[in-house]
């Protein structure tokens, strides 16, 4: 945090911290690295798929994707090729959605997880909010197309209004699921 943060946010925490321009972009961007080891989504010599999509969250994960190829040795590549590694743009915000969707049709074991064979999803920790906001800063986002929401996302707006940090702690409830269901069938 810098001297800025405090005159000129560009957003603001639930916990009230916040952060100017250029550590926001800081900030995601790191954030994006350590989703990426977290989940261990990418190693050294892979080759990953991303679409080119003008929507905003695809958008700025071909922008996060682009900043890693300099950092760690995989190639990005536009059309797919056997063996490739597919990266999507599932947000907390879209992955909220689908947990709570398959929660109503009663079937959670159908959920897909951060990393699910070959397919990843760097932009997991993030909102929708935070996409957008380093969308415009990086100005990424003089074409983008809008998002089309259904039922189950404007009812989830609703519910984070009123509680704010419901859609992380739906994704962090779903988290912690998927551990316990992973350690229950390793130990049968
Ligand atoms: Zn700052």
């Known amino acids: 945090m810098c001297k800025q943060c405090q005159k000129n946010p560009v957003y603001e925490f639930t916990n009230k911290r916040r952060l100017c321009k250029k550590c926001f972009i800081k900030y995601f961007q ?4 350590y989703t990426l080891r977290k989940f261990k989504m990418i190693k050294k010599g ?9 929507d905003f969250r695809n958008v700025v994960l071909k922008d996060v994707l682009e900043l890693i190829v300099d950092k760690i ?3 990005l590549i536009k059309n797919k090729v ?5 990266a999507i743009p599932s947000t907390i915000d879209s992955e909220a959605e689908k947990i709570v969707s398959e929660i109503i049709r009663g079937d959670i074991k159908k ?10 999803k760097p932009l997991y920790l993030f909102l929708d909010e935070e996409v957008l906001l380093y969308a415009r800063l990086r100005k990424l986002d003089k074409y983008l197309r809008k998002l089309k929401k259904d039922e189950i996302s404007f009812f989830l707006d609703n519910l984070e209004k009123e509680h704010p940090e419901i859609k992380r702690a739906i ?3 779903y988290l ?3 551990d316990k269901i992973k350690s229950e069938c390793k130990i049968d």
């Open 171 to 173: 994704v962090n409830s």
């Open 30 to 33: 790191k954030k994006a690295l």
């Open 46 to 54: 892979d080759v990953i798929f991303c679409e080119n999509k003008k």
């Open 73 to 75: 040795p995989v190639k």
């Open 82 to 86: 056997k063996g490739c590694k597919i």
């Open 111 to 120: 959920l897909k997880y951060a990393v699910e064979g070959k397919i990843i």
């Open 176 to 178: 912690k699921l998927h």
